[in-house]
């Protein structure tokens, strides 16, 4: 499986992918926004688009449907309860659900509402699994909730399905928002060595071949999975006096979210 990530450099910081087969050339474009440049990177590697899959229906995942379908005439996937939100879908996905590209690529659909209630991840069955994670998980973060997603699911999301993946997994996330995620990180947890580090190495990277992840590194530097962290639950009674000394993690995660929304 190939996956290249395609760095938009718009004013969104959204990254685009392709997935392709490298035995048929046959190519999944995933949030396609930048039409042009996923056109002509396919075209550049010889590789045909066959599918568009949108991780959910905001503008900037949905805007280059047309275009690379018009080019293309390829199929259009997304989440099942997306059909009136997202024009012309050919396929509904629901949870389980695996969409083949080419010969030798699956990917698994997984039902990951928090983000918006019609959001799907996709999980690849290849030997070191990737995950394809829109605006649920970013690197050192968590999607945002306010244009029709809800912060528990969310929560349930993190903690059911993301948090149970194997650490080895490559994370390719909706958009680049490292940097800024790695000093709300460091905000709430000061003695996050590894995030520090890590924002080093990070905050002047070429965007064009960015640092890719792993869920065992976000378990590190990502403040959302670290729910547990004596630090973490320190500060956050600092800015909620009336939290119990010993916070459930869904109270830990519902706060953080709270916070990040005006950090």
């Not at 550049?44 to 005439?73: K, S, Y």
Request: some cysteine; glycine content about 6%; proline content about 6%.
């Amino acid at each position: 499986m190939i996956v290249k990530q395609i760095w938009t450099a718009n004013a969104y910081r959204n990254f685009n992918y392709l997935i392709v087969c490298p035995e048929t050339g046959e190519a999944l474009a995933v949030d396609p926004l930048d039409h042009k440049k996923c056109l002509a990177c396919a075209a550049d590697n010889g590789w045909r688009i066959t599918q568009v899959l949108n991780t959910h229906e905001h503008g900037d995942h949905i805007g280059g449907n047309g275009p690379v379908i018009a080019a293309t005439g390829a199929k259009l996937l997304a989440h099942k309860n997306a059909k009136d939100k997202i024009p012309d879908m050919d396929v509904g996905l629901d949870a389980g659900d695996v969409i083949k590209v080419g010969r030798s690529v699956e990917l698994e659909a997984l039902d990951t509402p928090g983000h918006t209630m019609s959001h799907v991840c996709l999980l690849s069955h290849t030997d070191q699994p990737a995950l394809l994670c829109g605006d649920t998980l970013f690197n050192a973060g968590a999607g945002n909730c306010h244009n029709g997603g809800h912060p528990a699911e969310l929560y349930h999301t993190f903690a059911e399905q993301l948090a149970k993946l194997p650490d080895a997994t490559l994370i390719y996330p909706g958009h680049d928002y490292i940097a800024n995620n790695l000093e709300f990180t460091l905000d709430r947890e000061p003695d996050n060595d590894r995030a520090a580090e890590l924002l080093k190495s990070v905050e002047h990277q070429d965007t064009n071949q960015a640092m890719v992840s792993s869920l065992g590194l976000e378990k590190e530097i990502n403040t959302f999975f670290r729910l547990h962290s004596p630090s973490v639950i320190r500060r956050l009674q600092e800015a909620f006096p009336d939290l119990p000394e010993n916070p459930d993690p869904k109270t830990v995660f519902l706060k953080l979210r709270e916070l990040r929304n005006s950090w």
